[in-house]
């Protein structure tokens, strides 16, 4: 199968802008297309070297690494396949025995609620509509299976490789999901000046005018249109100003 052709032309794009901004990274991205235009068949299975060579590489080899524990990076879909991606990319996992390699695969969907007359409607929400994540090591082999399979158009990221999500980023998407990974301890202090990296006062600074532990949740002192405002953000949305 040939590889879809991520264009030469166009501009890269980071985890961080699909998580802030999932509509604006489309329009950045452009939508992707069924069939690939112009792109030659990527080799998935590299010439085998001579023996010589090998017993050479051998010889030279060293020691290995420590294990490097799996990222989760995003993968971009057509349009309305998230969920047929997700399914062809688990089933991949089964027939090709990458339960070692790829561990989970995510679509984020949050409920919203709307009122219809005197019913409530609960209805579920993409929370990135065209992306779905995969928490996997970075194999060359699974990478390159992952991009040909039905649905998937590209990963997110670097022309040569993807970029994985922040771990701090990816905390977030799961909590907010239900996902509960691990506590976020962060230690603030009243007064303190702190940056808010996420959300709809992104990029707004601030001084520390409460802390609520029990929640992780802070009330930051923000200028807007030059009035001092209080806004709630949790712990994992800002930042320290050093």
């Keep these: 199968m040939e590889e879809n052709n991520d264009g030469a ?22 939508e992707p297309k069924d069939e690939a235009e112009g792109q030659k068949p990527v080799d998935a299975h590299p010439s085998v070297e001579e023996p010589e060579a090998q017993a050479e590489e051998l010889k030279t080899e060293e020691p290995k690494a420590e294990a490097v524990p799996p990222k989760w990076y995003i993968v971009q879909t057509l349009t309305g396949m998230e969920d047929r ?29 709307e009122i219809k007359g005197d019913k409530r409607v609960v209805r579920k ?22 991009r040909q399979t039905q649905g998937v158009a590209r990963f997110i990221g670097g022309k040569t490789h993807p970029v994985p999500v922040t771990e701090r980023e990816m905390q977030r998407v799961l909590k907010q999901i239900g996902i509960k990974e691990k506590e976020v301890t962060v230690e603030f202090e009243m007064g303190e000046a702190i940056r808010i990296i996420s959300g ?3 990029g707004y600074t ?25 806004v709630e953000v949790d712990f994992d949305r800002v930042e320290k100003i050093i």
């Design 9 to 30: 032309g166009e501009e890269e794009l980071a985890p961080s802008e699909v998580l802030s901004d999932p509509e604006r990274a489309k329009r950045v991205e452009g």
């Design 85 to 113: 991606a997700k399914a062809k990319i688990e089933n991949e996992i089964e027939v090709r025995n990458w339960n070692g390699k790829v561990f989970r695969v995510l679509v984020p969907e949050e409920e919203t609620v």
């Design 125 to 146: 929400r993409k929370m990135y509509p065209g992306y779905v994540f995969v928490e996997m090591l970075m194999d060359e082999e699974v990478w390159f299976e992952i």
């Design 200 to 202: 709809s006062f992104r």
């Design 206 to 230: 601030g001084s520390v005018s409460e802390i609520n532990a029990g929640k992780s949740k802070l009330k930051v002192m923000i200028n807007i249109f030059g009035r001092d405002t209080s």
